[in-house]
C-alpha cells in the first residue's frame, strides 16, 4: 500500500515539475535538484538558469536574450540574438532578433545582418543566393556561379563557358570563353598615372597571343613606356618581343621557338637610352640539346661557351681581344684549359696523359693514367706518386706528405700561419672567470705548426701547439691540451670500456678521474671533489657541500646539502628509493635578507607518501602548509587564515579567514556551508538546503522547494509542492542595518585590513554603513582597502554571494569586469579619503592617496592637482618626487603618443617644477641626478678591439655631458636627508618601488651619481687617449678613482650572494677597460695597466677586489711569455740582427713570418730579465726544429730536436741573480715550420711581478 502512495505521489510531483505554470511558479525561488531538476538566479546580473534532466533541456536567460537547448553540449550565447533555440547543438539552431542565424547541418544555412547589408540562404548543394554589401552572389549546383553588382557582373558554367564585365572611371575589363573552341581578354586602365590596353585571346587550347602596351608617369616628371607581343601555336611554335625604355635604362628580350629545331632568345640592357645596348645576353638551340651557342656580353667582357654533345665543348672569357680564359674538350682526343696567369694544360685521352703548368705558384706538374702516376716539378713545390704504394708532396715553408699503402700510413708536417689579430671580445673575454674563448685561435690548435704520422687503422699521432693526441687500437687513445697553465691528458681504454682524465696545473695534479666499464667503475679525485663508484653496490659523491650516495642492491639514493658559511640556516637532504625515481624523505631550510635587512626563512619536510610539511616566515606574514597522505589531507595556515582540502580540494574544502566566517564542501556538492558577516548558506544535497542573510531574506526548503519558507521582496512564502504561498509582510533591514551590526562590520574590517585581506575588508567596510563616519582613522583604513582591493579577487566574492546593499560595487554584469570594479573601487577610495579629511585627517597625507587613487583611473592630470594641492600644505620630498614621477608617465610614449608640441610642453613643465623643487631641496643628490637625467640619456660609445670608436655619435666632451658631469660630481659630494632616506627605501608614499627611481633602490643617489660622474669621465680619457693626449687623459685618472665606490652590491644588499656580483660590477668592468685601452692596447706597457689595476682594486671591498684578482689572472698569464727578443744570424741569414716584440697576446715567435720563411739556417734570440731580488724562476720552452738555451753564459738547456712547436713542452729551472740576467736561445730550423714558445714564472707556475724583460 505504501509503495503505491509513493508511485502516485512521484507521478503528481513528475507532471507538475514539467508542467509549464509549474515551472513559472517554481522559478520564483532557487530550485536544486539536480540533476532532474535544477533553476538558480543570480540578483546582480539578473540571470536565471534552468535544467531538466540535464542535458535533455536547458535555458538561460538574461536580459539581453534568452536560450533553450534540447539535446545539445554547452557553449557561451553570443548576447545580440534575444531569442534562440538550439537542437543537437552544433548542428542545428536557431537565432533571432537583431537579423537571424540559422542552419541545420549541413543541409541548411540562412542569416542576415541587422542592418540587411549582408544575408545568405542555402541548401546545400543545390542553391546559394547571398548578399554582401553591394555585391550579389548566386549558385545553383555548385556548377553554375554568378556575381554581379554595380560595376559589373560575372557568369560561369564551369569549366566550359564564361563571360564576365567591369567597368568603372578608370578601368575597363572585358573576358569571354567557351571552351575548347576559343576564349578572349580585354584591359583598359587609364588614370593621370598610368594608362595601358591590354589584349589576349586564344583558340582551340592551341594558339594563343596577346599584345600589351602601358605608359606610366613617375612622381620625378619622368615617362617609362612598356610594349608587349607574343604569339605561339602550342607546341610548335612561340614568339615574344619585350621592350621596356625610361629615362634612366632600357632593355629588350626577345624570344623565338620553333620546336624542335631553333630555339633563340636574346636579352638587352642599357643605362643610356638610345645610345645602343651595352649588356647582351644571347642563347641559340639547334635540334636541341645537340648545339648549344650561349653568350654574355658586359661592357668589354664576353662570357661565352657552345657545345656539340656530347663531342665537343667549348667556354671562355675574353677582354677585347685579349683571351682571358679558355676551357676546350674534344672527346675522346683530349682537353685545352687555360687562365691568364695562372695555369695551361694540355690532357690527351683523358686520364692518359696530363700536363699542367702553373704559372703563379711556377710549378709544372705531369700525371700518367690518373691516379696512378703524378711528378710535380717547381721551385717551391715538388712531388710524385705511384698510387697505391707510395706518394710524397712538398711545399716549401707549408707543408711535408708522404703516404704509403694508401690510405694506411701517412706522415705530415705542416706549417699554418697563425693569425695576427684577436676578435672584438678578446678585451671582455679576458675579464671573464672563464676560460678565454679565443687562446686556441692564436697559438693553439687550429694554428701554427703540427706534424701527423698514422698506420690507419691501428695507430695515429698528431702534435700541434696545444694539442698531442696519439692512437693504438685496440689498446688507447690519448688526447693531451693545454690550455693556459692547466694541462688535461684524456685516455681511452676501449677494451676495458673506460677512459682516465688527468688535469694538472703547472705539472702539479689538480684532478683526476677513472672510469672503466662504461663508468660502472669510477674514482676521481679533486681538490673538492671526490668519488667512489662500484655498480651496482655503491656510489658514493662528494662535491664542496654536497654528499651523495646511491646503492643499486639495496636500492636507494641520498643527497645532503649545507651553505658552508651558513651550515644551520641553508641546506637539504634527499632520501629516494628507488634511486631518484621516488623521493621518500626530504629536508631543507633556507633564508634570505632583503634590502632593508628583514629576514625571510623557508623550511620544508616531506616524507612520502604519509605527510609533507612546508613553512615560511617572512616580514609580509607567516605561511604554513601540511599535506598527509597526499592528496587525501592538505592544510594551509597563512595570515590567521586556515585552509584545508581533500583530494585535491575537488572533493572535499575547507576554509577559515581571519574573522572566523567559513566556506566548506563535502563530497563535491553533497553538503556545502558558506558563512560571511551578512549571509550564511547550507545545503545538503538534494534534501536540504537554506540561507540566511542579513537583510532579513532567505529560505529552507526540502528537496528542492518540495516543503520550505522563504522570504524576498518584503514577502514571506511557504512552499509546498513547489508552489509560493504567500504568508504576508515581512520585515525589509537591508536599508535599515542596526548600529550595532554596523560596528560588527567596522570590527571586521579592520580584522581583515590587519591581514591584508582587502577584497573582503572593502565589503565590510562598505556594510559598515555610517558607522564611525567621524572616525578619521577608519575612514582612511576604509580607503586604503578600497584602495589595495584586487578586482579580481573582489569580483569573485561578489559573484557569489553579493548583499543588496552591495549591488553598487559591482553594478549588472560588471562583476566578472575587472576594470570596472577597479574604478568603483578607487572612487570609493577617493569618497573615504574626503570622508576622512572632514573628520579631521591629516589632510596632505589623504591628498596623496587621493591622487594613487586618481593614478589607478589614469586621470594624471586631477593626481597633478591633487598633489600639487598637498605640497603646498606640507611640503614634502616624497610628494615633489610624486609630481615629477606623474609628469615622467604622462611624457612617457609608452602611456600615451603625444604631439612633438604636448611632449615639448610637458617637459617645460617638468623643468620648471624641478627647479622650484631644487630650491626646496639645493642638497638633494636624487634631484641633482633627476636633473641630470633629463639633459639626456647617458651613452656610452663602443670600441674596437684597437679601441677606436665604430661611431661618431657621442662626444663626452659636448655640451650636455659636460653639464651631467657637474651635477654627477655636485651630487656625488652629497648625502640624502631623512625624507629622502625614507622616499628611497620605499616607506614612503609614491617611493622608488612605486615606479619612479627604481635605480636608486639598489645604490644610493650620491653613489649612481659618482657612477655616473666616473663614467663620463672614463670616455673623455678613452677619446683622449686615442687623440694621443696621453697626459691629459693620465691626468683624469685620481678623479676617476676617487668617484669609484669602495663597495659592491653584496656589501649593500645583505640578501645578494656574494659570487652573484663577480663580473657584474658596471663601473669597475668600464674603468678596467679605461685603463687596459690606455697602458696595454695604445701604450704597449701591459704590466703598467696590470700594477695600475691591482693598485685601484687594493681599496676595494672584499668582494670586488677578489673579481679584479680574477679578472687579471688571465692577464698576468699573458705576461708570462716572453715576447722581446734581439734575433741575430749565426748562419744561412745575412740580414740581421734585429729587434723584435711580439703583439700581446702572440705567445708563439714565429721565426718563419719574421724573417721571411728562410729554410736550413741558425740564429739566437736574446733578451735580458731584470730581476730586482735573487729569486727561483722555471723557463718553459716549446720549440720547432732543434734549440738549446744558455743564461748568464752558462748551458741550462742542452740542444734537443722537435719537429713541432708544444707550448711549455720543456721546463727549466733556473736561479735568477739580482739584476740582469741575460738569456740566450740558439734555434735552427730544416725546411718547414720555424719558431718557438718561452715562459717565465715562478716556481709555483705563477707571474712573477719584481721582473721586467728587455732587449739586451
Not at 172 to 192: C, E, H, I, N, R
Not at 1209 to 1224: A, C, H, I, S, Y
Request: charged residues 25%.
Amino acid at each position: 500500500m505504501s509503495n503505491r502512495i509513493l508511485t502516485v505521489f512521484f507521478l503528481a510531483t513528475s507532471s507538475l515539475m514539467f508542467h509549464p505554470d509549474f515551472l513559472l511558479a517554481a522559478t520564483e525561488g532557487d530550485v536544486k535538484v539536480w540533476p532532474l531538476f535544477y533553476y538558480a538566479s543570480d540578483p546582480v546580473s539578473q540571470e536565471t538558469r534552468t535544467e531538466i534532466i540535464w542535458p535533455m533541456y536547458v535555458r538561460q536567460q538574461t536580459s539581453d536574450y534568452t536560450a533553450s537547448q534540447l539535446l545539445s553540449f554547452s557553449q557561451d550565447f553570443p548576447r545580440q540574438y534575444p531569442d534562440q533555440y538550439y537542437l543537437f547543438w552544433p548542428l542545428g539552431g536557431v537565432r533571432a532578433g537583431n537579423g537571424h542565424d540559422a542552419w541545420l547541418f549541413p543541409f541548411l544555412w540562412s542569416g542576415a545582418a541587422a542592418d540587411g547589408d549582408k544575408w545568405h540562404h542555402s541548401l546545400f548543394p543545390l542553391f546559394y543566393f547571398g548578399k554582401n554589401k553591394d555585391v550579389y552572389s548566386l549558385n545553383i549546383a555548385i556548377l553554375q556561379q554568378n556575381w554581379w553588382d554595380t560595376p559589373g557582373r560575372f557568369n560561369t558554367l564551369f569549366p566550359l563557358l564564361w563571360s564576365g564585365t567591369d567597368k568603372t572611371d578608370t578601368h575597363d575589363q572585358f573576358t569571354f570563353g567557351m571552351l575548347p573552341l576559343g576564349w578572349a581578354y580585354v584591359d583598359s586602365v587609364k588614370t593621370p598615372e598610368h594608362s595601358s590596353q591590354s589584349h589576349w585571346g586564344g583558340l582551340f587550347l592551341l594558339h594563343c597571343w596577346g599584345r600589351d602596351q602601358s605608359v606610366t608617369n613617375n612622381e620625378d616628371g619622368g615617362r617609362e613606356d612598356e610594349t608587349f607581343a607574343s604569339d605561339g601555336v602550342f607546341p610548335v611554335f612561340y614568339r615574344k618581343d619585350d621592350y621596356r625604355s625610361s629615362a634612366q635604362d632600357s632593355d629588350r628580350e626577345k624570344t623565338f621557338w620553333l620546336f624542335p629545331y631553333y630555339q633563340s632568345a636574346d636579352i638587352s640592357f642599357s643605362n643610356k637610352p638610345g645610345a645602343g645596348f651595352k649588356n647582351k645576353q644571347a642563347l641559340r638551340h639547334i635540334f636541341f640539346p645537340l648545339w648549344w651557342d650561349h653568350s654574355l656580353e658586359k661592357d668589354q667582357t664576353l662570357d661565352f661557351y657552345r657545345l656539340l654533345f656530347p663531342l665537343w665543348w667549348h667556354s671562355g672569357r675574353n677582354t677585347g681581344e685579349t683571351v682571358d680564359e679558355s676551357n676546350r674538350f674534344l672527346v675522346p682526343v683530349g682537353a685545352h684549359f687555360y687562365k691568364k696567369d695562372v695555369y695551361e694544360t694540355h690532357n690527351l685521352m683523358g686520364p692518359v696523359f696530363n700536363r699542367t703548368e702553373n704559372s703563379s705558384e711556377k710549378y709544372v706538374r705531369y700525371d700518367a693514367f690518373f691516379p696512378l702516376f703524378l711528378k710535380t716539378i717547381g721551385q717551391d713545390r715538388s712531388g710524385g706518386r705511384v698510387f697505391p704504394l707510395f706518394g710524397w708532396e712538398t711545399s716549401r715553408a707549408k707543408y711535408e706528405n708522404l703516404w704509403y699503402a694508401f690510405p694506411l700510413g701517412w706522415h705530415t708536417e705542416s706549417q699554418e700561419e697563425a693569425p695576427a689579430s684577436i676578435d672584438a671580445e678578446s678585451f671582455w673575454a679576458l675579464h671573464k672567470l672563464e676560460e678565454r674563448p679565443y687562446t686556441d685561435t692564436v697559438a693553439g690548435s687550429d694554428a701554427g705548426p703540427r706534424i701527423t704520422r698514422a698506420f690507419y687503422p691501428f695507430y695515429w699521432s698528431k702534435r700541434r701547439a696545444d694539442v698531442r693526441e696519439s692512437g693504438l687500437l685496440p689498446f688507447y687513445l690519448r688526447t693531451d691540451r693545454l690550455s693556459n697553465r692547466d694541462m688535461t691528458s684524456e685516455t681511452i681504454f676501449p677494451l676495458l670500456l673506460g677512459q682516465t682524465s688527468v688535469r694538472s696545473r703547472d705539472e702539479a695534479p689538480v684532478f683526476t678521474r677513472h672510469d672503466y666499464l662504461l663508468s660502472m667503475i669510477a674514482r676521481a679525485k679533486g681538490d673538492d671533489f671526490t668519488l667512489n663508484r662500484v655498480f651496482p653496490f655503491f656510489s658514493y659523491e662528494k662535491t664542496c657541500s654536497r654528499f651523495n650516495a646511491s646503492s643499486f642492491v639495496l636500492p636507494f639514493h641520498y643527497t645532503s646539502w649545507q651553505d658552508a658559511d651558513q651550515p644551520g640556516k641553508k641546506y637539504s637532504s634527499d632520501l629516494s628509493v628507488p634511486f631518484e625515481i621516488l623521493p621518500v624523505y626530504q629536508r631543507s631550510a633556507d633564508s634570505s635578507v632583503n634590502r632593508l635587512g628583514e629576514v625571510s626563512t623557508n623550511s620544508k619536510s616531506w616524507f612520502f607518501p604519509f605527510y609533507k610539511h612546508a613553512m615560511t616566515l617572512s616580514p609580509t606574514g607567516d605561511k604554513e602548509e601540511l599535506s598527509i597522505l597526499w592528496p587525501l589531507w592538505n592544510g594551509e595556515w597563512e595570515n590567521d587564515e586556515t585552509r584545508i582540502r581533500g583530494i585535491g580540494g575537488f572533493t572535499n574544502f575547507y576554509e577559515k579567514d581571519a574573522n572566523g566566517f567559513v566556506e566548506q564542501r563535502i563530497l563535491y556538492r553533497l553538503f556545502t556551508r558558506k558563512t560571511r558577516s551578512w549571509f550564511s548558506e547550507t545545503e545538503l544535497m538534494p534534501f536540504y538546503s537554506g540561507q540566511h542573510r542579513e537583510d532579513g531574506t532567505g529560505y529552507w526548503k526540502f528537496l528542492g522547494g518540495l516543503i520550505g519558507k522563504e522570504t524576498r521582496d518584503d514577502q514571506s512564502y511557504l512552499r509546498l509542492f513547489y508552489f509560493p504561498i504567500p504568508l504576508g509582510k515581512a520585515e525589509n533591514r537591508s536599508q535599515n542595518i542596526p548600529m550595532e551590526q554596523q560596528n560588527r562590520h567596522a570590527d571586521l574590517a579592520l580584522n581583515y585590513l590587519k591581514h591584508k585581506r582587502h577584497d573582503r575588508a572593502a565589503i565590510e567596510f562598505a556594510l559598515s554603513g555610517n558607522a564611525r563616519a567621524d572616525d578619521p582613522g577608519f575612514q582612511a583604513a576604509a580607503g586604503d582597502a578600497c584602495l589595495n582591493a584586487v578586482p579580481g579577487q573582489l569580483g569573485d566574492e561578489l559573484r557569489s554571494t553579493v548583499p543588496v546593499s552591495l549591488k553598487f560595487l559591482g553594478g549588472k554584469y560588471e562583476t566578472e569586469n575587472t576594470h570596472a570594479l577597479k574604478e568603483q573601487l578607487r572612487r570609493l577610495a577617493i569618497d573615504y579619503y574626503n570622508n576622512a579629511i572632514r573628520a579631521g585627517a591629516d589632510k596632505p597625507e589623504m591628498l596623496k592617496k587621493i591622487a594613487q587613487a586618481h593614478v589607478d583611473l589614469d586621470d594624471l592630470e586631477k593626481a597633478l592637482d591633487i598633489l600639487a594641492e598637498s605640497d603646498r600644505l606640507s611640503p614634502r620630498f616624497d610628494t615633489a618626487m610624486a609630481r615629477l614621477s606623474i609628469l615622467d608617465r604622462m611624457k612617457s610614449p609608452y602611456t600615451k603618443r603625444l604631439p612633438d608640441a604636448d611632449r615639448k610642453a610637458l617637459a617645460d613643465r617638468q623643468n620648471l617644477m624641478l627647479k622650484e623643487i631644487k630650491t626646496r631641496y639645493p642638497a638633494s643628490p636624487t634631484v641633482l641626478f633627476y636633473e641630470a637625467d633629463l639633459l639626456g640619456p647617458m651613452e656610452t660609445p663602443v670600441f674596437s678591439r684597437s679601441g677606436n670608436k665604430k661611431a661618431e655619435a657621442y662626444d663626452p666632451f659636448s655640451e650636455i655631458p659636460l653639464k651631467q658631469l657637474a651635477l654627477y660630481t655636485q651630487g656625488s659630494a652629497l648625502s640624502s636627508g631623512k625624507d629622502e632616506k625614507a622616499w628611497l627605501t620605499g616607506d614612503a608614499f609614491f617611493s622608488a618601488s612605486y615606479g619612479f627611481g627604481q635605480e636608486y633602490t639598489r645604490n644610493p643617489p650620491q653613489i649612481q651619481c659618482a657612477l655616473r660622474a666616473a663614467f663620463i669621465l672614463r670616455d673623455q680619457a678613452l677619446r683622449l687617449t686615442d687623440d694621443k693626449k696621453r697626459d691629459q687623459a693620465a691626468a683624469l685618472f685620481p678623479r676617476i678613482r676617487e668617484l669609484l665606490p669602495g663597495f659592491c652590491d653584496a656589501c649593500a644588499e645583505k640578501g645578494m650572494a656574494e659570487s652573484d656580483c663577480y663580473g657584474r660590477n658596471a663601473a669597475m668592468s668600464r674603468v678596467l677597460h679605461m685603463l687596459y685601452h690606455y697602458y696595454a692596447e695604445t701604450g704597449n706597457d701591459p704590466l703598467g695597466y696590470l700594477e695600475t689595476a691591482e693598485a685601484w682594486a687594493a681599496p676595494l671591498c672584499p668582494h670586488l677586489r677578489e673579481a679584479v684578482d680574477q679578472c687579471l689572472e688571465n692577464f698576468r698569464f699573458e705576461n708570462q711569455y716572453i715576447k722581446t727578443w734581439r734575433i741575430a744570424s749565426v748562419a744561412g741569414i745575412e740580414r740581421l740582427p734585429i729587434n723584435h716584440s711580439n703583439p700581446f697576446y702572440e705567445w708563439y715567435i714565429n721565426l718563419d713570418a719574421i724573417l721571411g720563411q728562410p729554410d736550413h739556417c741558425t740564429v739566437t734570440a736574446e733578451c735580458v730579465i731584470v730581476s730586482e731580488q735573487a729569486q727561483r724562476a722555471l723557463i718553459r720552452l716549446g720549440f720547432d726544429h732543434t734549440l738549446s738555451a744558455m743564461l748568464n753564459n752558462k748551458t741550462i738547456f742542452e740542444e734537443i730536436t722537435r719537429k713541432v712547436a708544444v707550448r711549455d713542452e720543456f721546463t727549466v729551472p733556473v736561479l735568477l741573480k739580482k739584476g740582469e740576467n741575460r738569456l740566450k736561445l740558439t734555434i735552427s730550423d730544416d725546411f718547414l715550420s720555424y719558431g718557438f714558445f718561452a715562459r717565465l714564472s715562478d716556481d709555483h707556475g705563477r707571474f712573477i711581478k719584481n721582473v721586467r724583460i728587455q732587449a739586451p
